[in-house]
């Protein structure tokens, strides 16, 4: 069983920072992609940030303010969110792709609610 625990989340001010933190419970042959998304109401859910077999990518919308960051060691997934505007108001979840034996699985987190003020 994997479980995902997000934590981190809250309000901000405009300009301010938070930084969001995912760690798993479980075990994993491999980790393919770990990452954060975000969704706010009646939108898409949209990629912010992933590692992908070591590779960052990071969205547009928030590339220079966004650093996503992983430590093995505690089985976390770490998002700094600097700088933040209202636009990155959103519920923002955490993702992880990755193999148990040979089946390949996404697992979410709960999604932690970012709230920034203007």
């Known amino acids: 069983q994997v479980q995902l625990v997000e934590s981190g989340g809250g309000l901000v001010q405009a300009g301010g920072s938070l930084r969001l933190s995912c760690t798993h419970s479980g075990t994993f042959t491999s980790i393919a992609t770990m990452g954060w998304h975000r969704q706010v109401p009646g939108k898409q859910r949209e990629l912010v940030a992933a590692?992908?077999?070591?590779?960052?990518t990071i969205a547009d919308s928030v590339k220079g303010r966004f650093t996503i960051s992983r430590d093995n060691a505690k089985n976390t997934v770490y998002l700094l969110m600097n700088s933040l505007i209202p636009e990155d108001t959103a519920i923002y979840y955490c993702?992880?792709?990755?193999?148990?034996?040979?089946?390949?699985?996404?697992?979410w987190g709960q999604g932690t609610q970012v709230t920034v003020s203007s």
């Open positions: 590692i992908t077999l070591g590779r960052n």
């Open positions: 993702n992880i792709r990755g193999n148990r034996g040979t089946v390949q699985y996404d697992y």
